[in-house]
């Protein structure tokens, strides 16, 4: 099982970019996104059913960023519009058999793409 994410840059401040997280191997029940700025400690952005029929996300995003799936090639998305400079992070994907929004806990990580917002 492997998650591969991609779609990171440099953009500025007000910009957009779209993340994509590949997933092989599997399907799982939810899939998510956090995020690791310099210094401070991994925070979650998002997350989403496989099928779509439920989101979550996290109060700074709301409004902004948009979770999203193609079942065609088992790719999870996130759109971010509206980018701020405190936005810069490595963002990651994640992913679990179900779907449990009180629980942080992952089984599969993939490696980090890195989003840079410039002011």
């Known amino acids: 099982v492997q998650l591969q994410a991609s779609g990171g840059g440099l953009v500025q401040a007000g910009g957009s970019l779209r993340l994509s997280c590949v997933a092989s191997?599997?399907?799982?029940?939810?899939y998510a996104w956090f995020r690791q700025a310099p210094g401070k400690e991994r925070e979650f952005v998002a997350a989403?059913?496989?099928?779509?029929?439920?989101?979550r996300y996290a109060d700074s995003v709301k409004g902004r960023f948009t979770i999203s799936r193609d079942n065609r090639d088992n790719t999870m998305y996130l759109r971010m519009n509206s980018l701020k400079p405190e936005d810069t992070a490595v963002y990651y994907c994640?992913?679990?058999?179900?779907?449990?929004?009180?629980?942080?806990?992952?089984?599969?990580w993939g490696h980090g793409t890195q989003v840079t917002v410039s002011s």
């Open positions: 994640a992913a679990r058999a179900t779907w449990a929004p009180r629980s942080n806990s992952y089984s599969y």
């Open positions: 989403s059913t496989w099928r779509g029929e439920k989101t």
């Open positions: 191997g599997r399907t799982f029940g939810e």
